[in-house]
C-alpha cells in the first residue's frame, strides 16, 4: 500500500475549523483516500472517504488536490468531541487498512 | 443494532494460560477482522475473515489462533503468550457489497495484559 505522511500532531480552538493535512506523493490511480479516527479509550471510527472530487458528509469534508497528492480533511467547527488521532489511509479497494501514525488533535476550549 | 461488541473488556493473563477474546456483529457484516494496538501506536491488521473463511493471515505467531464460528461471531485465542502481546485487540467488521464501499465498524477493544 502507498504511503502517507502527516503531521505528528495539531491543535485547534474549539468551534473553530480545524484542516488536516495528508500527503501521499506515490499514490495511485486506483487508491482511494480514507480517514479514520480514534477518541480516546474506543476503535477507531470511519469519517470520509474519495477517490478525486471533493467529498462532504455530515461529519467532515475532503478536500483532494487536482494531482492526488495531497488531500485535507476539514472540521467545520471543532468540538472538544472531535478530539482524536485522525488517520489517512490509502487502500485500492483490497480489505486492508493499513494505518500510518497519525495526527493526533487537541481541541483547545 | 449497528455495534460491534467485545468481550471481555480486561484480561490479564500469564504466560501459560489459555484465554479467548471474543467479537460479536449482528448487521450481517460478512468480512472480520482481528488487530493489535500497541500503546501509543496505530492498530496493526492480523487476521481477515470473508464469509466465515480466513482470507488474509498477517504472518501472526502460531500462539494466536483466530476462529469465526457463523457469521457474527470471531474468536481469538491466545495460548502461550509472552508480555509483549500486551496490548489493545480490536475487532473490526464490513459489509462485503460487490460495487460500494463498506467502512469498517470497530469495537472498543479487549486490552490484554500478559504476566
Known amino acids: 500500500d502507498a504511503k502517507t505522511t502527516q503531521p505528528n500532531s495539531m491543535e485547534s480552538n474549539e468551534e473553530e475549523p480545524v484542516h488536516l493535512p495528508c500527503n501521499h506523493s506515490?499514490?495511485?490511480?486506483?487508491?482511494?483516500i480514507h480517514w479514520y479516527r480514534q477518541l480516546p479509550s474506543q476503535g477507531p471510527e470511519y469519517v470520509i472517504h474519495g477517490l478525486t472530487s471533493n467529498v462532504n458528509n455530515r461529519m467532515a469534508s475532503l478536500a483532494i488536490a487536482e494531482d492526488r497528492k495531497s488531500s485535507t480533511l476539514i472540521l467545520h467547527r471543532a468540538t472538544l468531541r472531535d478530539a482524536a488521532v485522525y488517520y489517512c489511509?490509502?487502500?485500492?479497494?483490497?480489505?486492508?487498512?493499513?494505518f500510518g501514525t497519525g495526527t493526533r488533535l487537541t481541541i483547545i476550549p | 443494532d449497528t455495534e460491534v461488541t467485545q468481550t471481555p473488556k480486561h484480561l490479564v493473563m500469564g504466560m501459560t494460560n489459555k484465554k479467548s477474546l471474543k467479537c460479536e456483529q449482528h448487521m450481517g457484516h460478512r468480512a472480520m477482522y482481528w488487530y493489535k494496538q500497541k500503546a501509543k501506536k496505530p492498530p496493526e491488521l492480523m487476521f481477515v475473515y470473508s464469509y466465515e473463511k480466513l482470507s488474509i493471515n498477517e504472518s501472526v505467531p502460531s500462539r494466536f489462533s483466530p476462529e469465526c464460528p457463523n457469521s457474527s461471531l470471531l474468536n481469538l485465542h491466545l495460548h502461550a503468550l509472552q508480555p509483549e502481546d500486551s496490548a489493545l485487540y480490536l475487532c473490526?467488521?464490513?459489509?462485503?457489497?460487490?460495487?460500494?464501499?463498506?467502512?469498517?465498524?470497530f469495537g472498543p477493544g479487549t486490552r490484554l495484559t500478559v504476566l
Open positions: 473490526a467488521s464490513r459489509r462485503l457489497d460487490r460495487g460500494t464501499y463498506n467502512e469498517q465498524f
Open positions: 489511509i490509502l487502500m485500492d479497494g483490497n480489505e486492508k487498512l493499513t
Open positions: 506515490t499514490i495511485s490511480g486506483t487508491d482511494y
